[in-house]
């Protein structure tokens, strides 16, 4: 089994930063991309960045310039600097990850519970 407990969510007013952690923990082999999605009331769940073990990273447009995807491998963890923060950036933020979990071969999507961002305007 693995698990990804994010941490970091809470309310911020409009232009402000908050910076979400993701720490994934069980009997993991590996991991390969990991990265953030989020679901705002009403939507559907989209992608908002990702990045790759090797450190390339991809970004939903609307947060390219804002946002800043970040890991640590040797900590199995990932980060989400959140900048210039707008009131549509509201959502529940999910962590997710490709991990190779221990004894079965393969890697698997595992997903955290979710970490909720509210931006005031």
């Known amino acids: 089994q693995a698990q990804l407990a994010e941490s970091g969510g809470g309310l911020v007013q409009a232009g402000g930063s908050l910076r979400l952690s993701c720490a994934a923990s069980?009997?993991?082999?590996?991991?390969?991309?990991m990265g953030w999605y989020r679901q705002a009331p009403g939507k559907q769940r989209e992608l908002v960045a990702t990045?790759?073990?090797?450190?390339?990273?991809n970004y939903a447009d609307s947060v390219k310039g804002r946002f800043t995807v970040s890991r640590d491998n040797a900590k199995n963890t990932v980060y989400l600097q959140m900048n210039s923060l707008k009131p549509e950036d509201t959502a529940v933020y999910y962590c997710?990850?490709?991990?190779?979990?221990?004894?079965?071969?393969?890697?698997?999507?595992?997903w955290g519970q979710g970490t909720l961002v509210t931006v005031s305007s």
């Open positions: 997710n990850a490709e991990v190779w979990i221990v004894p079965a071969p393969g890697y698997r999507e595992v």
């Open positions: 069980g009997s993991i082999f590996s991991i390969n991309a």
């Open positions: 990045i790759t073990r090797g450190g390339s990273s």
